[in-house]
């Protein structure tokens, strides 16, 4: 009997959500509906009110860590992550959806790139898709240690930029602990996606290493030649 008045109430949260939108819920409502999805055996109320209490708004409990949302009683480490990529989603929704639709140089790559990765995890990479008109057209995320154990990742990478059907990609590299400075093993991977994906010919517009909230371009450095690196 309970779960089902549980269950209703749920019901209830939900209609006006998809009715009235977000504003027709409070916060700790909106978390609750949250919750009931990692949870839905378990009277999510209590605990949302516990998370509120803890941290004080809806933005505060997204951007907590895992460590620190398991610290709420009856919060674990699989709830916990599933709070974190609710977060990690909605950053990827915005970062999508602000002025970024062309990245005509290496500033504003830069730009795009350190708003991306903010303190993203070390060896991040992300390769933005590029037509003709530097207009972003599709974006393919990867970890650069993938690409040490074996061909499948290179494939994946291949046949993304193909269906996207772009003619230049920009390249950036998270190192959220040290300066922004290419090292050997950037190099390297430059030079592995260069070997590996050469039969694609789409030009290589820059690379952005990113680290400490600050960035660096290899083409305004002139770290490597592009009139000689395609991918």
């Given at each position: ?171 950036g ?22 070997e ?15 680290g ?13 030649s592009?009139r000689?690196v395609?991918?």
């Amino acid at each position: 009997m309970t779960y089902k008045l549980h269950t209703g109430h749920r019901e209830r949260l939900r209609q006006r959500l998809l009715t009235y939108g977000a504003d027709a819920l409070c916060e700790h409502e909106l978390m609750e509906l949250l919750l009931f999805y990692a949870l839905p055996r378990i009277n999510t109320n209590e605990l949302a009110h516990d998370l509120i209490n803890r941290f004080g708004t809806l933005n505060n409990i997204l951007n907590a860590s895992v460590r620190e949302l398991t610290e709420v009683r009856g919060i674990g480490v699989p709830t916990a992550e599933f709070i974190r990529l609710i977060a990690v989603m909605c950053s990827e929704y915005e970062t999508s959806v602000r002025e970024y639709d062309r990245l005509p140089n290496s500033e504003s790559m830069c730009s795009f790139f350190r708003s991306y990765f903010g303190d993203g995890a070390e060896g991040l990479c992300l390769i933005v898709c590029l037509n003709a008109d530097l207009g972003i057209t599709g974006k393919v995320s990867f970890n650069s240690h993938c690409l040490k154990q074996g061909r499948s990742e290179l494939r994946r990478i291949a046949s993304l930029l193909l269906r996207y059907g772009c003619t230049r990609i920009a390249l950036g590299i998270s190192h959220p602990d040290r300066e922004p400075v290419p090292d050997d093993k950037d190099f390297a991977l430059l030079r592995r996606l260069s070997e590996k994906l050469g039969a694609i010919e789409v030009n290589l517009e820059d690379c952005i290493i990113c680290g400490k909230n600050n960035t660096f371009s290899m083409k305004q450095s002139g770290a490597f030649s592009f009139r000689t690196v395609m991918i």
